[in-house]
């Protein structure tokens, strides 16, 4: 199983992604596939893989890029040890869906949700492209959305009226508000999943 939905050429950061939809099909449908973002110790610079459960080991993506349109964004326990995760739902085209797992307290996560927060509702629904890289410091990832032209970090916009960074929560809580004003609904699909598990 591999993810080929984006070939951008590492050193040609500023290149423009393909158009979502266009990508070679993954023959993913349904159910919604998993993949890490992560330095897993196996896989050197790479850091998006999904898991052989066979053989017990990391599969590195073909590309470590992504265009997708985004269906959901929230914090689950997951693993052994329960460590809390973020997770996005997201939506391939015609690459079908996946869900993507980061651990929530790293510095990828937060910088992935300031800026998905910096954008507009608007925006939020439209395709993004998600760069990942290496980061120079051990087990850092970085992440870019391109949007309009431009690679966005939104860590400098996501901050207090003192300037300081906003808590990883509060961040996750702005974007699953301008997700629900997006897609014109009350409740995004976790909530929903949720909600009538405790009415179950």
Request: hydrophobic share 40%.
């Amino acid at each position: 199983m591999t993810i080929t939905n984006v070939n951008t050429n590492s050193r040609d950061i500023a290149s423009t992604p393909k158009p979502w939809g266009v990508a070679t099909a993954l023959g993913w449908r349904h159910p919604r596939q998993v993949a890490y973002i992560n330095r897993h110790p196996q896989l050197q610079g790479r850091c998006l893989y999904t898991w052989d459960h066979t053989e017990n080991t990391p599969v590195p993506t073909e590309s470590q890029d992504l265009i997708f349109i985004l269906e959901d964004i929230y914090v689950e326990q997951r693993g052994q040890f329960q460590a809390h995760k973020l997770i996005l739902d997201v939506d391939l085209g015609i690459d079908g869906k996946l869900r993507l797992i980061v651990g929530f307290s790293t510095a990828c996560a937060t910088t992935l949700m300031a800026s998905l927060a910096a954008l507009s509702p608007a925006l939020l629904r439209e395709p993004l492209s998600l760069r990942l890289r290496a980061g120079s410091s051990q087990g850092v990832v970085l992440p870019a959305i391109y949007v309009e032209g431009d690679w966005i970090d939104g860590r400098p916009l996501t901050r207090d009226g003192n300037g300081k960074p906003l808590p990883p929560v509060d961040l996750l809580t702005e974007i699953q508000t301008l997700l629900r004003h997006a897609m014109g609904v009350e409740m995004l699909p976790h909530q929903i999943r949720k909600a009538k598990s405790e009415v179950a």
